[in-house]
């Protein structure tokens, strides 16, 4: 499996497991956003590892003492980031880890949360 077939499948449970929870304050769906939006990069991005790296600091930074992630969607945080660490001093450096902007184009639509 390559890292973008084994990136969406994480990403996809990730999605699935956050968005089964009966109360979603704006910090979880903003996570989900979030993931949704790399899972339609991963096939196209030139750098998937980047994506990666971003999408995993992201949610670390947002779900800090906020979200209690279960052991499952503990798992495929930390596969997403192992998938990153390939990413290297560029992945980390480039994106405001507390900003989904990072993941959006100036010609698409970012969700408001």
């Given at each position: 499996m390559d890292i973008?077939?084994?990136a969406k499948l994480h990403i996809h449970n990730?999605?699935?497991s956050l968005n089964q929870r009966q109360e979603k304050p704006s910090y979880l769906l903003n996570i989900?956003?979030?993931l949704?939006?790399?899972?339609?990069?991963m096939d196209t991005a030139k750098n998937p590892e980047v994506w990666l790296n971003r999408l995993a600091n992201y949610i670390y930074n947002e779900e800090f003492n906020r979200i209690h992630l279960t052991r499952e969607e503990d798992k495929d945080l930390m596969a997403l980031?192992?998938?990153s660490k390939s990413a290297g001093w560029n992945g980390m450096n480039r994106g405001n880890f507390n900003d989904k902007s990072q993941f959006y184009?100036?010609?698409?639509?970012m969700p408001r949360r």
């Amino acid at each position: 499996m390559d890292i973008r077939e084994d990136a969406k499948l994480h990403i996809h449970n990730l999605y699935n497991s956050l968005n089964q929870r009966q109360e979603k304050p704006s910090y979880l769906l903003n996570i989900t956003d979030v993931l949704a939006q790399v899972y339609l990069k991963m096939d196209t991005a030139k750098n998937p590892e980047v994506w990666l790296n971003r999408l995993a600091n992201y949610i670390y930074n947002e779900e800090f003492n906020r979200i209690h992630l279960t052991r499952e969607e503990d798992k495929d945080l930390m596969a997403l980031g192992n998938l990153s660490k390939s990413a290297g001093w560029n992945g980390m450096n480039r994106g405001n880890f507390n900003d989904k902007s990072q993941f959006y184009s100036i010609f698409e639509r970012m969700p408001r949360r």
